[in-house]
C-alpha cells in the first residue's frame, strides 16, 4: 500500500483550507438552533446588569422589546421568558403564577402582539412564584409532587390563555406532561406545545440564574427532584416517560457537563432534543475571557457546535445573539 510514499493516506488532505474544512464540516450552527432566555422584570426603561452574567441583563418590558427586537435582527426565532416575581407577590402555592396579569403573562402578550412571528416559550415552574424558592408546594419540608402537578397545569393554561407558543416545565415533579397536555387539551390550547426539561440535573451550574430570579431554595437543595449526576440510564427513562407523556420536544440540562446524556437521549426519543446551556457554563466562560484566559468567540462556538455533534437539534442559550451575530458575519 505505501510504494515508500509514506503515509498513503492523509486525513489533513481535508484540512487544507477553509473552504475544504467548511465543506467536509459535519455540523452547523444556524441562528433559528438558538433558543434565546430572557430576563423580564417590573418598572420601566430599566435594565440591571446580572452581576455574575457579565453582558446579560433582566429588562423592564419595554426595552425587552428592544432586545427581542436585535435578537429577531439576527435571525434568533425563539425566546424563553423567565418573570422576576416581587418577594412581595410569593407565597407557598405560587398564587401569583396564575394571575392572568402577572408579569408573565403580560410579557408574553407583548411579545405576541409585537412580534408575532417570534417563538415564545414560557418556564413553567413554581420556584420564581415560591417564598421557599422550590419547584413545588412545601409541607412539613417537603416538596409535594401531586399539588403541585395541579398548580404547573394551571400555569401552563395561563401562559398559553396569554398566547405562548410553547410552555417549558422545568420543575422536575412526576406526571407534569401528562396532567399539562391534558389541561392545555381541555382548556382548547391543542397547539400549544410542550417543551419538557426531561432530564433536568441537581446543579451547581444554576447559581447565576438565581441570582438573576432571585430565586435560591431558602432550605435545603432540589435534590429530591432535580436528578443526580450521576445518573445517565435515568435520563433516558425520563426523557422516555416524558415522550410518552405527550412532550414535543426533551430537554438536557445543563449542556457541557452532559454532553454523553444528549446522546443517549437522541438515540432512544424520536422527538427533537434541546440542551439548556445554562448561566454557569455562561458565567464560566465570560470570566476566563475577561480574564484573558479564553477566546471568547472561538470557546463560545465550540461549545456550542459540540452540543450539535452530541445530538442536540435546539439550543437555549444566553449566546444565541452573539453566536447569531458571528455566523452572520461570516
Ligand atoms: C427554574 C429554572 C432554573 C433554571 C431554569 N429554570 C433554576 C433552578 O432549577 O434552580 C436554570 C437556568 C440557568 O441556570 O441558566 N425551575
Redesign the pocket.
Known sequence: MTHGQFPYIRGRRLRTSSAMREMVAEHHLKPADFIA?VFVMEGDNSRVEIPSMPGYYRYSLDLLMDEIGELKEVGVRSVLVFAKVPDEKKDNRGTEALNPEGLMQRAVRTIKKQFPEMLVMT?V?M?PYSSYGH?GIVEDGEILNDESVEVLAKMAVSHAAAGADMVAP??MMDGRIAAMRESLDEAGFKHTGLMAYSA?YASS??G???DALD?APGFGD?KTY?MDPANVREAVREAKLDEQEGADIVMVKPGLPYLDVIRAVRENVSVPVSV?N???EYAMLKAAAEKGWLNEEQAMMEALVGFKRAGADLIATYFAKAASELLNDY
Do not use: I, T
Request: aromatic share 20%.
Open positions: 432566555p418556564d415552574a420556584d419547584d422545568s420543575d433536568k451550574y444554576y447565576p440564574f438565581r430565586s432540589k432535580q439548556y445554562v448561566s454557569g
